[in-house]
């Protein structure tokens, strides 16, 4: 949610006209469209570097206290994320200073207030009511809340699909509002973004081995998140103009290969990859040297794409209709992480990886194996590269042949 109203939002910072009234090209407010959807994800990603710079500081040494104490210092935590509704707030009000002084800008200038207002993006008309809409998001609801409480068999993968049901129709729906030519681009856009999303990762057995096998603990875990958090942030910046000027199949085919490449050295460590660079290095390059340098690589790319299709949104959705498509087009591409945790869990089943658990009286309950954990990254290694690719070939194949 929070992702669908921070991109949304961004559509209204984006103006028609320049200061004086005059309209802008089109070269320019695509420019402005792929900086803002930029900015708008560097927002909710300096979020999670705060949340990261939190975690690193209350959780140095946690793991040498009580249980008691330990719970006591959860709870401090999720006591300073309080701050974070008041951040959110505090946003829309400045923003809506804002908008109050270039509306008046444009009115000193010689425009109408109804010029002013679409000069900046909105229709002074509120748009008519889809019935399409307020249905397909009601069953949506209804949907998660009756699988939520009634645990059936099945209960998430019966969600997944019946959310995948609802929210197909409302994109449907949208998109025949668009030229044909535009509904290929923005229908194959999705597609190879769904895709890219919906590619299994390994889980929470990744972590369990990193925890057990590689001795990371929670502090330098925490230490490799707030890595990300920057990394990501400069990667949004050094990649925006890549993302601007480049096609979204070209942008997601690097994030692929990138990403595939950059799962190897865990791979590696699975084989002892991290006890040879050491042994060769006077412990230097260890797992850990190891695992910072692959965040360190990967953070920035992970966090660029979503921006081509939202920026392609942005420029191309019915002026009076751009945050509905927002919140159809993100909510579909947001199921594709239902689709990964999905195929996430399945693979968990077919390749077991379980962690050493012990009752209060310190008996052994379930040994610890983790001899599977090569073949599950080497699967959802495999997945996260050939399931991509082919989405990009079939989706840039159909719209040429369009």
């Known amino acids: 949610m929070q992702d669908v109203v921070a991109d949304a939002m961004t559509v209204e910072a984006v103006p028609n006209v320049d200061a004086r009234g005059r309209p ?8 402005m469209h792929a900086t803002m959807q930029t900015l708008g994800r560097m927002a909710v990603l300096a979020g999670g570097l705060g949340v990261s710079i939190v975690n690193v500081t209350m959780l140095g040494g946690v793991q040498d206290l009580t249980p008691a104490e330990r719970v006591d210092v959860y709870v401090r935590v999720h006591v300073i994320a309080l701050a974070i509704p008041v951040v959110s707030v505090l946003g829309v009000v400045l923003g809506g200073v804002l908008r109050r002084r270039a509306r008046a800008r444009l009115i000193a200038a010689g425009l109408s207030a ?3 207002a679409r000069g900046l993006g909105t229709d002074p008309a509120p748009p008519p009511v889809n019935p399409w809409i307020l249905g397909g998001g009601a069953a949506f609801a209804a949907v998660s809340l009756l699988a939520g409480l009634s645990d059936p068999p099945w209960g998430q993968e019966a969600v997944f699909v ?5 929210i197909s129709t409302l994109v449907w729906r949208l998109l025949r509002d668009l030229p044909p030519a535009q ?6 856009t999705a597609l190879v973004i769904w895709v890219y999303r919906a590619t299994p990762l390994p889980g929470p057995a990744l972590t369990w081995w990193m925890i057990d096998a590689l001795r990371f603990d929670e502090a330098f875990l925490a230490e490799l998140s707030l890595v990300g958090s920057v990394l990501g942030l400069v990667g949004l910046v ?3 103009r890549f993302m601007a000027e480049r096609p979204v199949h070209v942008v997601l085919g690097v994030l692929t290969v990138a990403s595939a490449a950059l799962m190897l050295p865990f791979v590696g460590m699975t084989l002892g990859l991290h006890e040879w660079t050491a042994a060769r290095t006077g412990g230097v ?6 695992a910072v340098a692959n965040t360190a690589l990967e953070s920035p790319l992970s966090q660029v794409a979503l921006v081509p299709m939202l920026a392609w949104v942005a420029r191309f959705a019915p002026e009076r209709m751009k945050a509905t498509y927002f919140a159809v087009m993100v909510s ?8 990964s945790q999905l195929g996430t869990k399945w693979l968990n ?12 009286a310190g008996a052994l309950v379930v040994p610890a194996d983790y001899a599977s954990i090569d073949a599950l990254l080497v699967t959802t290694t495999a997945l996260g590269l050939v399931l991509p690719l082919a989405a990009i070939a079939l989706a840039v194949r159909a719209v040429r042949r369009g």
């Open 24 to 31: 802008l090209d089109e070269a320019r407010r695509a420019a």
């Open 114 to 116: 109804d010029e002013a």
């Open 162 to 166: 019946l959310s995948m049901a609802v």
């Open 183 to 188: 509904r290929r681009a923005l229908l194959a």
């Open 238 to 240: 050094v990649f925006r």
């Open 285 to 290: 390059v260890d797992a850990r040297f190891i």
């Open 332 to 339: 579909f591409s947001n199921l594709a992480l239902q689709a």
């Open 349 to 360: 089943h077919l390749f077991v990886v379980s962690r050493e658990v012990r009752d209060d």
